[in-house]
T-cell receptor, first 111, second 110 residues
Framework: NAGVTQTPKFQVLKTGQSMTLQCAQDMNHNSMYWYRQDPGMGLRLIYYSASEGTTDKGEVPNGYNVSRLNKREFSLRLESAAPSQTSVYFC??????????FGPGTRLTVT | EDQVTQSPEALRLQEGESSSLNCSYTVSGLRGLFWYRQDPGKGPEFLFTLYSAGEEKEKERLKATLTKKESFLHITAPKPEDSATYLCAVDLGNFNKFYFGSGTKLNVKP
């Protein structure tokens, strides 16, 4: 099992460009999450998906959109990147036992 | 308003020097409190879930405890490989929405 995978690992964007961060899990989990992690601020929830076909906003959704493509995949889209979106982005899924599994992260820089 | 506060922000220990990390929360209706370990450049790794005051969980040199307002992660006789950032998170029962603290960066020197 690969667990939770994320692509790309690194990305540099110019202000105003768009991109999609991809996430996939092979553990048959229902719920998936997108977080951002900034120095000194811990992890903040952007969006989550409780099950295939549903998505909901977290603490910091502005500037982002998500798609739960199927049970395995949950993507995060930045339509018009801003320097304030420079961060490390983590995708996660949660097991029935409440254990949350995280991907390796995408390091995004917006110049 | 911070809902989850971790202290200290950073902790330096000598190998074998036991200590505790604190996670306090200012919310009601706690459904669960979670501890994670995060190594540099990697995603957090699950350690423990605690559900009710008085509960304790252990794993190797780590023991997590929970009271009504805070949780402690006790590290007994730490080794350099225990160096990492330790994160705690709470679930307020709002459909598995987790709120994370900013973490404690632990450095264990040999």
């Amino acid at each position: 099992n690969a667990g939770v995978t994320q692509t790309p690992k690194f990305q540099v964007l110019k202000t105003g460009q768009s991109m999609t961060l991809q996430c996939a899990q092979d553990m048959n989990h229902n719920s998936m999450y997108w977080y951002r992690q900034d120095p000194g601020m811990g992890l903040r929830l952007i969006y989550y998906s409780a099950s295939e076909g549903t998505t909901d906003k977290g603490e910091v959704p502005n500037g982002y959109n998500v798609s739960r493509l199927n049970k395995r995949e949950f993507s995060l889209r930045l339509e018009s990147a801003a320097p304030s979106q420079t961060s490390v982005y983590f995708c996660a899924s949660i097991a029935d036992s409440y254990e949350q599994y995280f991907g390796p992260g995408t390091r995004l820089t917006v110049t | 308003e911070d809902q989850v506060t971790q202290s200290p922000e950073a902790l330096r220990l000598q190998e074998g020097e036991s200590s505790s990390l604190n996670c306090s929360y200012t919310v009601s209706g706690l459904r669960g409190l979670f501890w994670y370990r995060q190594d540099p450049g990697k995603g957090p790794e699950f350690l423990f879930t605690l559900y009710s005051a008085g509960e304790e969980k252990e794993k190797e040199r780590l023991k997590a405890t929970l009271t009504k307002k805070e949780s402690f992660l006790h590290i007994t006789a730490p080794k350099p490989e225990d160096s990492a950032t330790y994160l705690c998170a709470v679930d307020l029962g709002n459909f598995n929405k987790f709120y994370f603290g900013s973490g404690t960066k632990l450095n264990v020197k040999p």
